[in-house]
């Protein structure tokens, strides 16, 4: 036990075992650091994705180092990179594979609105054809705007309606 | 290596039926030959023990549509390189609007499967005797050639999702 200043009234924190919330708060703060993230990596977002990945930024302080490569054990899907029109239905298909709750992260600007690309080849962002929660912007972001990002979803998880 | 005659005045010299022009570009020594006698070039050049041209680089086709002094649309490129000679060379067939077609070259170099299927992917030019010739980087729904210069460079043809 710390010191207590003195004049504060000696109360032994560890005596109180239990704690008072409501049950959608309380899905939602387990819900918000547990994140499972599907990484869909397809392009030079893919780096910066690994950079906040690893130690130096480390998203695992976040409850989020966990990516898993099913989408069926992951909640949220992480958008990294250009989507071109060949490979929609593949990114469609992987979104209705996953289970519910899922949140959706567009990372960097091709997958929020195409980016500089306006081309036969290229969706002109993945809101086309998949609902999004956080657009992280940038080409490609910095990692301190993708932990941004990735708190801001967290927000959005904590304060939802909690289905279950 | 001598220096005269020039690489392209060489080939010329020696298939003065086939070769129509031979010129030094800032590229390289470059020949243009009838579309018939393409594929003979081809095998010629690559078996003859003076010019050895054992593997191809690259194949492409170039649209001149509105370019008043070129009589023919396309140019199909074929950039040959001998290893044992250790110089370039470059082969352009012209090839009508009407009729865009040349010679596959995949019996003479096999390495030119992806480079025709892809040259017929984005501009339309079919090569005859191709064992599989469909598209390489397009989906197979795909309606027209996407780097022909009378391609809108946004048309988009979206598998799923709005159009444009």
Redesign the interface.
Same mark, same amino acid.
């Given at each position: 036990m710390g010191k207590v200043a003195e004049g504060a009234p000696a109360v032994d924190v560890g005596r109180f075992d239990f704690m008072t919330t409501t049950l959608n708060d309380a899905i939602g703060w387990a819900r918000k650091f547990s994140i499972f993230q599907y990484p869909f990596v397809t392009a030079c977002c893919g780096m910066e994705y690994m950079a906040t990945a690893c130690s130096h930024y480390d998203v695992d302080r976040f409850g989020a180092g966990f990516p898993r490569f099913s989408p069926r054990q992951s909640d949220v899907l992480f958008v990294v990179g250009t989507i071109s029109h060949k490979m929609a239905p593949v990114l469609k298909r992987v979104y209705d594979q996953m289970c519910e709750p899922k949140w959706v992260v567009a990372f960097g600007v091709c997958t929020c609105t195409g980016g500089f690309y306006d081309n036969y080849a290229t969706v002109m962002g993945i809101d086309t054809i998949i609902p999004v929660d956080v657009y992280i912007p940038g080409c490609p972001p910095r990692p301190e705007n993708v932990l941004d990002g990735l708190m801001k979803l967290q927000e959005k998880i904590q304060k939802q309606k909690q289905e279950v | 290596m001598d220096a005269a005659p020039s690489l392209a005045q060489a080939v010329r010299a020696k298939y003065p039926n086939l070769v129509t022009a031979a010129e030094e570009l800032p590229a390289g020594p470059t020949v243009t030959v009838k579309r018939e006698g393409a594929r003979a070039l081809a095998a010629s050049l690559k078996s003859d023990p003076e010019f050895r041209f054992n593997m191809l680089m690259d194949l492409f086709a170039v649209d001149y549509l509105h370019w008043e002094e070129k009589e023919f649309r396309y140019e199909v490129v074929y950039n040959l390189f001998s290893l044992e000679k250790n110089r370039r060379l470059f082969v352009k067939v012209l090839v009508p609007e009407t009729d865009p077609s040349v010679d596959s070259v995949v019996p003479v170099w096999p390495a030119a499967d992806w480079f025709e299927r892809e040259t017929w992917d984005m501009m339309g030019v079919t090569f005859r005797g191709h064992p599989n010739l469909k598209r390489i980087l397009? %989906?197979e729904s795909f309606e027209g050639h996407?780097l022909r210069k009378d391609?809108r %460079?946004?048309?988009?043809?979206?598998?799923?999702?709005?159009m444009?």
């Amino acid at each position: 036990m710390g010191k207590v200043a003195e004049g504060a009234p000696a109360v032994d924190v560890g005596r109180f075992d239990f704690m008072t919330t409501t049950l959608n708060d309380a899905i939602g703060w387990a819900r918000k650091f547990s994140i499972f993230q599907y990484p869909f990596v397809t392009a030079c977002c893919g780096m910066e994705y690994m950079a906040t990945a690893c130690s130096h930024y480390d998203v695992d302080r976040f409850g989020a180092g966990f990516p898993r490569f099913s989408p069926r054990q992951s909640d949220v899907l992480f958008v990294v990179g250009t989507i071109s029109h060949k490979m929609a239905p593949v990114l469609k298909r992987v979104y209705d594979q996953m289970c519910e709750p899922k949140w959706v992260v567009a990372f960097g600007v091709c997958t929020c609105t195409g980016g500089f690309y306006d081309n036969y080849a290229t969706v002109m962002g993945i809101d086309t054809i998949i609902p999004v929660d956080v657009y992280i912007p940038g080409c490609p972001p910095r990692p301190e705007n993708v932990l941004d990002g990735l708190m801001k979803l967290q927000e959005k998880i904590q304060k939802q309606k909690q289905e279950v | 290596m001598d220096a005269a005659p020039s690489l392209a005045q060489a080939v010329r010299a020696k298939y003065p039926n086939l070769v129509t022009a031979a010129e030094e570009l800032p590229a390289g020594p470059t020949v243009t030959v009838k579309r018939e006698g393409a594929r003979a070039l081809a095998a010629s050049l690559k078996s003859d023990p003076e010019f050895r041209f054992n593997m191809l680089m690259d194949l492409f086709a170039v649209d001149y549509l509105h370019w008043e002094e070129k009589e023919f649309r396309y140019e199909v490129v074929y950039n040959l390189f001998s290893l044992e000679k250790n110089r370039r060379l470059f082969v352009k067939v012209l090839v009508p609007e009407t009729d865009p077609s040349v010679d596959s070259v995949v019996p003479v170099w096999p390495a030119a499967d992806w480079f025709e299927r892809e040259t017929w992917d984005m501009m339309g030019v079919t090569f005859r005797g191709h064992p599989n010739l469909k598209r390489i980087l397009m %989906y197979e729904s795909f309606e027209g050639h996407a780097l022909r210069k009378d391609y809108r %460079y946004n048309q988009r043809q979206p598998l799923i999702g709005p159009m444009n």
